[in-house]
């Protein structure tokens, strides 16, 4: 009786490991995946394949899925450049001498003029620009 039931306690175990497994190990890579190197820290380009910016961050949902792009616009290498949110849709790629190429249908001077924002390192969020600016002093 012993043996019996600890023989159907091992099968229970065995049959509902997988189960307990499922949907957080997976056992191949989904097909027509990118990697984030292709997206973060690559540049943007208009239409005319004119530099508009760079993706300076991924931002993702609770979900995981992919919520919107930061792209820094302007500035001198990494100075003085403007971080503006995109819609995830507007970043097209495509690909250009075998290598990934991203693509918006706008121009840099749109992405200069539009809100732009800045990561608070305190809440660990991007938040608009204005709102985090600190008061100016008015000189004598």
Not at 103 to 120: C, H, I, Q, S, W
């Amino acid at each position: 009786m012993l043996k019996a039931l600890s023989l159907a306690a091992a099968m229970w175990i065995a049959l509902s490991a997988p189960s307990f497994a499922q949907g957080r190990i997976l056992t191949s890579v989904p097909q027509g995946v990118m990697t984030v190197t292709d997206w973060y820290k690559q540049t943007v380009y208009d239409a005319n394949d004119k530099k508009v910016g760079t993706i300076a961050d991924v931002l993702l949902d609770k979900d995981g899925k992919i919520a919107a792009l930061i792209v820094a616009v302007g500035g001198f290498v990494g100075l003085g450049a403007k971080d503006v949110a995109v819609s995830p849709t507007a970043v097209k790629m495509t690909t250009k001498n075998d290598k990934p190429h991203l693509v918006m249908d706008t121009t840099k001077d749109e992405l200069t003029n539009a809100p732009g924002y800045r990561f608070d390192r305190t809440t660990r969020a991007w938040v608009p620009a204005e709102a985090t600016r600190p008061p100016t002093k008015k000189k004598a």
